[in-house]
């Protein structure tokens, strides 16, 4: 069965340094990997998602995550964050062949706060 | 264009008490999802329903039904509600191969 593990729980950073959210997935079929957004009292958005082709995937608000196959991993970066970015922030595995959302695994979530 | 719906908003109950969590979806989408958000939890699939008249159980459907009649709502009941029930149920709706239209939320609490 498929299963996610985001190792940080909780990512305090200042304004403008860059940022990664870490992800770890086990997966017995093709891997199909998704990150979401959500501010609070809100419902989740979709930043990214990585289907196939390349590794390296951008999203909304200059996010972008990396595919590594050998390592199982799937990390969140952004290069420089804003205040606005304080939210938290879920990876989530398919688990259908062919990548449907219709069951995701959700990882149990990083809530990330950006300080002035 | 109103995406997914969800009522009520907020709902208290008293343990032993029934309840059902609406849905509506205007996008026709087939599928369509119930996950409850508990802290330090992420999210965990409760239903889900691949189309009208399909539905199927997730990772956690013990003291919750559901039924399609339709492809807009997919109404989730708790029959008989516990304190363990205590969370924030999100529904959501895709297509194949679509990203998942997320609700807002209902906040339940079970005293």
């Known amino acids: 069965a498929q299963s996610v593990t985001q190792l940080d729980s909780q990512v305090p950073v200042f304004e403008e340094a860059p940022v990664e959210l870490r992800c770890n997935y086990s997966s017995s079929v093709s891997v199909y990997l998704f990150w979401y957004v959500q501010y609070p009292n809100q419902g989740l958005q979709l930043l990214l998602k990585?289907?196939?082709?390349?590794?390296l995937v951008k999203g909304i608000n200059g996010f972008e995550a990396e595919f590594n196959k050998s390592q199982t991993s799937f990390h969140l970066r952004k290069p420089s964050v804003h205040i606005s970015d304080t939210a938290e922030y879920f990876c989530?595995?398919?688990?259908?062949?062919?990548?449907?959302?219709?069951?995701?695994?959700f990882g149990k979530g990083t809530k990330l706060t950006v300080n002035p | 264009n109103a995406g997914v719906t969800q009522t009520p908003k907020f709902q208290v109950l008293k343990t032993g008490q029934s309840m059902t969590l609406q849905c509506a979806q205007d996008m026709n989408h087939e599928y369509m999802s119930w996950y409850r958000q508990d802290p330090g939890m992420g999210l965990r699939l409760i239903h889900y329903?691949?189309?009208?008249?399909?539905?199927d159980q997730g990772e956690v459907p013990n003291g919750y039904n559901v039924s399609r009649s339709t492809t807009e709502d997919f109404p989730l009941r708790l029959l008989s509600a516990a304190p363990s029930q205590t969370s924030v149920y999100f529904c959501?709706?895709?297509?194949?191969?679509?990203?998942?239209?997320f609700g807002n939320g209902t906040r339940l609490t079970v005293t």
């Open positions: 959501a709706s895709s297509r194949r191969d679509s990203p998942l239209h």
């Open positions: 329903s691949v189309g009208a008249g399909i539905t």
């Open positions: 990585y289907l196939s082709g390349s590794t």
């Open positions: 989530a595995v398919s688990d259908r062949a062919g990548g449907g959302s219709e069951k995701l695994v």
